[in-house]
């Protein structure tokens, strides 16, 4: 199988099958006598799992070592599981993290007039200052 074929049943691009391979996340695949590429079934499977372990949240480092596994007959699947739950927790940590960014933008949005003045409150907290245009005015007077 030539890797514009592997491509379309993998759903990557052939850049990112040379990347993947560059990185030595897949086996690599041996080589015709013309030079190309030659992909196996294995490849394929491979390739698949690295996509969609990508899709899923996984780092290259991570797909890695979920590829070792995949290839190890001796692996565990309580390994793969104990990788797969670390991944939920770090992406329930990430959700957390969004939400009160989210909950602190929409706090600074409504604290701010969102009119013509340059007095804007989420400058201001942003910057950690109190320092206001209307304060500014008070103070030269």
């Known amino acids: 199988m030539n890797i514009s074929d592997v491509a379309k049943k993998t759903g990557l691009t052939s850049k990112a099958i040379r990347f993947y391979e560059e990185k030595g996340l897949v086996t690599a695949p041996l080589r015709s006598e013309n030079g190309y590429r030659s992909y196996t079934a294995k490849h394929l499977e491979e390739l698949t799992l690295l996509r969609q372990a990508r899709q899923v949240g996984f780092t290259l480092e991570e797909c890695r070592e979920m590829i070792s596994l995949f290839n190890d007959p001796h692996r ?45 409150p989420i400058i201001n907290n942003l910057a950690g200052c109190c320092h206001t245009a209307s304060a500014e005015k008070a103070r030269r007077a």
């Open 76 to 120: 565990h699947s309580a390994d793969v599981k104990a990788r797969t739950l670390t991944k939920v927790a770090e992406i329930e940590s990430h959700i957390l993290e969004l939400t009160q960014m989210r909950e602190r933008l929409l706090a600074l949005a409504e604290s701010c007039p969102g009119d013509e003045g340059a007095d804007c």
